[in-house]
């Protein structure tokens, strides 16, 4: 879920573990023949039991909060954060069980279920463990909350306020949280680069209102919202370029990708090769900011020279891989670009080439401190 990527926590580091010794049995297990596909998944849910008494062991699973009551709670993954938060102080907590491993100890939610008259259920996503309750001996006869019964939402993430709310539903008082925070919706950086191809982007297809562009996982995700609202889709990774090959082969017209240079390599490679094939008429937009910037700016494995390269080498005509600095000066230019592409009749890639501002500003700082250092 979103909140849980933007977690952070610390993490106590273990020494690497010896590589385990390959047995000679084992030299054809990991070919994915039907013959070891069978014998293979019976062994995994042989390993079932054993999993669950390491976990046993572990102490994974575990019960806190009042040692009695009417109302039990069951907690698991980031919602324990949730409830620990509205709940800060443990004496106050009913009965709880906190499930932080898996496969179910379903042998221990039983036992605690026995304790109380009724559950509430608090976990992320699907109700996975509110359903397997229902199939327990005692769950199956008791009063269970969750999203099933509307406790908690049945769409959407958890948060503290979903927490405080569900815990007043069934009764179980809670200090209230603090005061809701001033909304802060996403943005693109000030002076990003992808801005000037979303707005140049958006002033061309103001004439094509039936065409349709294609974004990738990225920051340039952000062009769907205002003021941009430049882009019409994003799925997957690498799905933009393979979108945009569909809609075109369906008769539509223009029909655009955009995409960034560290996801192209990743996932943009394989579709742009079968537009070559096919020479179909979409214009892939690559925007390479040098980086990757949606997961905390790592080297990308192509930027620059070398991207152009692939591009050139995958088999895109000479005359229509076009790179473009997508500076705010340039923005009318590369609108003409854009036009220019969208009206030839195959397969044709603008790449954008400016750093990200991040990063850019990172790089400043490192290189000012090696000066000082140094």
């Known amino acids: 879920v979103t909140r849980l990527a933007h977690s952070r926590a610390v993490v106590m580091a273990r020494p690497p573990r010896a590589q385990n010794p390959l047995r000679p ?3 054809r297990a990991w070919i994915l023949l039907p013959s070891n596909a069978r014998v293979g998944y019976r062994r995994l849910l042989d390993k079932q039991e054993e999993v669950r008494a390491a976990l046993r062991e572990l102490a994974t699973c575990r019960r806190t909060g009042a040692a009695s009551g009417p109302l039990g709670v069951i907690v698991a993954g980031i919602a324990r954060n949730y409830y620990r938060e509205v709940l800060a102080d443990e004496t106050a907590r009913p009965p709880t069980f906190e499930v932080t491993g898996y496969p179910l100890c379903e042998e221990a939610v039983d036992a605690f279920l026995g304790g109380v008259s009724e559950v509430l259920v608090l976990e992320e996503g699907y109700p996975f463990i509110e359903e397997r309750l229902r199939g327990l001996p005692t769950g199956s006869r008791m009063k269970v909350h969750g999203r099933f019964d509307g406790t908690v939402p049945r769409t959407g993430e958890l948060n503290p306020d979903v927490v405080y709310a569900a815990l007043h539903r069934v009764g179980k008082p809670a200090p209230e949280p603090a005061g809701p925070l001033a909304p ?4 693109l950086c000030s002076g990003c680069a992808h801005a000037t191809m979303l707005e140049a982007l958006k ?3 103001k004439a094509f209102p039936n065409g349709r562009s294609f974004a990738d996982i990225g920051c340039y995700t952000l ?3 205002p003021p941009y609202e430049a882009i019409h889709s994003c799925v997957d990774m690498g799905a933009s370029i393979s979108m945009a090959i569909g809609a075109a082969r369906a008769g539509l017209h223009p029909a655009t990708a955009v995409i960034g ?3 192209f390599i ?5 579709p742009l090769v079968d537009a070559v094939l096919e020479d179909t008429p979409i214009t892939v937009l690559i925007l390479d900011n040098s980086t990757v910037g949606m997961t905390g700016g790592q080297r990308t494995a192509a930027s620059g020279p070398d991207l152009l390269r692939i591009v050139r080498g995958l088999g895109v005509p000479e005359a229509h891989v076009r790179p473009v600095t997508p500076l705010p000066k340039e923005r009318d230019a590369i609108a003409r670009v854009i036009r220019e592409e969208i009206d030839h009749p195959g397969v044709s890639v603008i790449i954008a080439q400016r750093m990200c501002i991040q990063e850019a500003k990172r790089r400043a700082k490192d290189a000012k401190k090696g000066d000082e250092q140094s």
Request: cysteine-free.
């Open 203 to 205: 002033s061309v297809m």
């Open 223 to 225: 062009g769907a919202l």
């Open 266 to 270: 990743h996932s943009g490679l394989t």
């Open 184 to 187: 802060r919706p996403p943005a």
């Open 261 to 263: 240079d560290s996801t």
């Open 25 to 27: 049995s084992e030299g």
